[in-house]
């Protein structure tokens, strides 16, 4: 049997200021945005650009009682990784795009690490891992 997540939900606050920080910001790519009439929401997709493995499906609290978690899905845990095969340039690329880091860069025996928020206030880690990890890039 082979299985892979395909997906991960993210609840955001609205569809084009999020497209506008993870596509313009984050430097992702937008894999689809369709209006789905029945559900009068839209489906989008978007991944690191480069990637081939999971994607975010950006989707907008669309009842009172998904709003609270906008920023907090994860009770102000780290939620997202995003792994990059160059640290520093893409630590300095968003440091130029006034992402805000909580955590400035650490080496860690895994690898080298920093910790910032999304529009919204969710944690991602930013992380090359070493050449020699099993899950490096």
């Known amino acids: 049997?082979?299985?892979s997540i395909s997906h991960v939900a993210l609840v955001v606050g609205d569809y084009d200021e999020a497209i506008?920080?993870?596509c313009g910001v984050l430097g992702f790519d937008l894999l689809e945005d369709t209006y789905q009439p029945e559900q009068a929401k839209r489906w989008v997709v978007v991944r690191p650009k480069g990637g081939q493995g999971t994607s975010i499906v950006l989707a907008r609290a669309s009842k009172p009682e998904q709003e609270p978690f906008v920023g907090n899905q994860t009770g102000g845990r780290v939620f997202l990784f995003l792994n990059t095969d160059d640290f520093q340039r893409d630590y300095q690329r968003l440091i130029a795009e006034g992402v805000e880091f909580v955590r400035e860069p650490k080496t860690m025996d895994y690898g080298t690490v920093a910790v910032f928020r999304?529009?919204?206030?969710n944690l991602w880690d930013l992380l090359q891992l070493r050449e020699d990890h099993p899950a490096a890039v």
């Open 20 to 22: 506008a920080f993870y």
């Open 118 to 121: 999304d529009l919204y206030g």
């Open 1 to 3: 049997m082979r299985q």
